[in-house]
């Protein structure tokens, strides 16, 4: 049985939690995800275009990325930086990992997806006069993201949950505030638990966006074919 005391807890810490969730977490997850697309669709098109140096650049990036835990990747960022006279703000550092991370793997994906399009569609662009940002931009790009929508969207949701991680580098997010309020109550299994389920809102909330997203994406698609 939940005693009245621990009820109280649970309920008071509700509004505590999801506050910094909303003003910290998401508003992270959405500037870091919104970068993080810049570089992955840079990424990709460097790839993509075989550009000798360059796409040698984008493999390295994409192997230490990938290659290294994203706690790694923060520490060294927020607490080795320092040590060559480069002092970063938590938000500030935390954008910039996750940004540089999901970026990698969102890479590869946009990266797939440019290659899922029919090289047809490229010839057509370069036969009406089209230059090659042109065909890029107008008509490759926004077919291989809407191919990549659905993986780029997982990962987005999974950003979600990565925040949690910021608060290892001093990030005032919901989790951290869960352990400032566990330690004070020292009521600790509940209130993990009360943390998991909004996470597990928040993640289930952009899920029923992404399908209803998706279902349009795919009548246009119909539509357009």
């Known amino acids: 049985m939940i005693s009245e ?3 109280e807890i649970i309920l008071d810490s509700f509004w505590q939690i999801l506050l910094p969730g909303l003003a910290v977490t998401i508003p992270l997850t959405a500037v870091s995800f919104f970068f993080a697309m810049i570089i992955a669709v840079i990424t990709a098109m460097v790839q993509f275009a075989k550009i000798p140096v360059l796409r040698h650049i984008a493999r390295f990036y994409i192997w230490v990325a990938r290659g290294t835990p994203l706690l790694v990747q923060l520490f060294v960022v927020f ?7 480069i002092i970063l703000e938590p938000i500030p550092a935390a954008v910039i990992v996750f940004s540089l991370n999901e970026g990698a793997y969102c890479a590869e994906t946009v990266r797939a997806s440019l290659e899922a399009v029919p090289a047809g569609q490229m010839e057509a662009g370069r ?30 949701i999974a950003m979600v949950k990565d925040t949690s991680l910021a608060s290892n580098i001093t990030v005032t997010e919901m989790f951290m505030e869960t352990q400032r309020i566990a330690s004070r109550y020292t009521e600790f299994l509940p209130l993990y638990i009360e943390v998991g389920l909004i996470y597990l809102l928040f993640c289930t909330v ?20």
């Open 5 to 7: 005391r621990l009820m």
């Open 79 to 85: 607490y080795g930086l320092p040590d060559l006279g």
């Open 127 to 156: 036969c009406v006069g089209m230059s090659y940002l042109q065909v890029m931009g107008r008509i490759v790009l926004p077919q291989a993201m809407r191919i990549a929508f659905p993986s780029l969207s997982n990962s987005l």
């Open 206 to 225: 952009l899920t029923k966006v992404q399908h209803v997203v998706e279902k349009r994406l795919s009548t246009y698609g119909g539509k357009g074919g």
